[in-house]
């Protein structure tokens, strides 16, 4: 039963989020994960089973989990853990799929009073783009998301923009909702270039982040540890309409099942990604979680290494879907794409 985590190494995307920190309280993930570790490594073999620890590089860009899962770290396990930090305990994490996507126009630099005729405008590209993808999206599912920001548009207002560039996130439900969702973002970008006369390269992400497949025996079996721990959970039914992030461990949790709650590190009222959540990532509450979230998945992990009845309902909720997890993972990598986007790992 692997623990996932983040780890930082020096050749790998960042794990903390740029300009704001640990505001989504990766330090708190890799925390519990580790310690879980360390107490279950206490035991000294008793377990009747093996528990894997897994440190999970790039968090906050390229897609670490799947990019692992590719390279056979999920093989042979039974079931995986993590937790994850916010301003309330959950139960799990409300989630949709994810697929990051880069667009850069080029076009031709003209003096853009004197010869305007003589430039490509690169940013009219990006505009018309963006404008569409705006029109498309009055027209997309509730669970549908498209959203984005021009990371380039040009250097001067006298200057035609010969190069501007664009990130996008496209989000589903599901696999299956997701993939003719980014057919109808990849004809916004292509309306762009054709427009204007520009060229258009369009990255899509080597790796997907899937929807959160979770395994409520181990789930409730997490709850019912927390609960012992002085922990009070949110009811999910109470959670705004439409309120869901994504995960790379979706990726995983269509492998194997898997749990993925979320554990209050700071008030209710703090949301992650918000300067203000780094500073309760490193407070006493912080740590608190730490501690908490820890010893909950610890004792989780005992449970279903001990509780045979709890590993065949897992198994057996598992396989109820099974075939279609396995479609969603094969939709979810492409060897083709692009390695430096793939979004954070709870984006």
Known sequence: MPFTS????????????????????????ATTGLGASLALAKLNGRLPGRVRYLGTPAEEQGGGKELMAQDGAFDGVDAAMMVHPAGVDLITMPCICVSEVSVTYRGRSAHASAMPHMGLNALDALITAYQAIAQLRQHIKPTERVHGIIKKGGSAPNIVPDETSGLFYVRAASAEDLAPLKKRVQACFEAGALATGCTAEIKWAKADYLDLKTSMPIADAYEANARALG?????????????????????????????????????????????????????????KACLDGAKALAMTAIDYMTDAVMREKAKADFAATAEGSARSVAAAYDPDGATNIGGCGCM
């Open 6 to 29: 983040t780890r930082r190494r020096a050749s790998s995307p960042p794990d903390a989020l740029p300009g704001i920190g640990h505001s989504c309280g990766h330090n708190i993930i």
């Open 231 to 287: 922990r009070d959970f949110f009811p999910l039914s109470k959670m705004p309409s439409g309120s869901a992030g994504s995960t790379d461990m979706g990726n995983v949790s269509h492998r194997v099942p898997s749990i993925h709650p979320m554990i209050a590190s700071a008030p209710p009222h703090v949301v992650i990604h918000n300067p203000e959540f780094a500073k309760w990532a490193a407070s006493e509450l912080g740590d």
